[in-house]
């Protein structure tokens, strides 16, 4: 199995990378619910703003890199080989529902709840820095004409930082293809 290292950082506002992880550890984090006091916190406040400032507080990480350090630009080390994809447009029943779907497509490395009950998921891409904004632009089309959902294009950004989260039927699929 081909191992896709990312940067983990304790929070989005960290300067400096506290680790490289293999991302399947991450992802197991996510389901065991290393941060479910975070997140159930998070999904239980109703005010927008306050949600907003303890997602701050939450770890996070360069899903598409390692980094030398900070999560800027310059200090990208390595391509992953993997790209976040976000769908922020979602009532969280149909995020439910949507996971399951997705949970069924080959080009879907892993499937999993935000912490607003959004949805998230890694899809593996031809590891190049410079293909990255298109290859996200592409999986954008991908996802608009098969699930007619619009995914957040601001993952093209290598360095695009992922709350951690929590959801105990995070859907991995190690032997995805590559997109």
Known sequence: MNEHVVSFFDSVISKQKTAD??????????????????????????DKKERDLLKRKLP??????TTNGSHKASDVLRHSGLIQVDIDDIKPRDAYQLKEELSKDPLIHSCFLSPSEKLKGTIKIIPD???????????AKYFQEKY????DLSCKD??????MSFDQDLRINSNSCIY
Do not use: H, Y
Not at 60 to 65: K, L, M, R, V
Not at 148 to 151: G, L, P, S
């Open 158 to 163: 290598i360095t695009r930082l992922m709350f």
């Open 129 to 139: 820095i410079k293909l990255q904004a298109l290859q996200a632009e592409s999986i």
């Open 60 to 65: 996070a990480s360069t899903i598409s890199c």
């Open 148 to 151: 007619k959902q619009v995914i």
């Open 21 to 46: 992880i293999p991302i399947e550890i991450l992802l197991n984090d996510i389901r065991n619910g290393k941060w479910a006091k975070q997140i159930l916190k998070i999904r239980s406040t109703a």
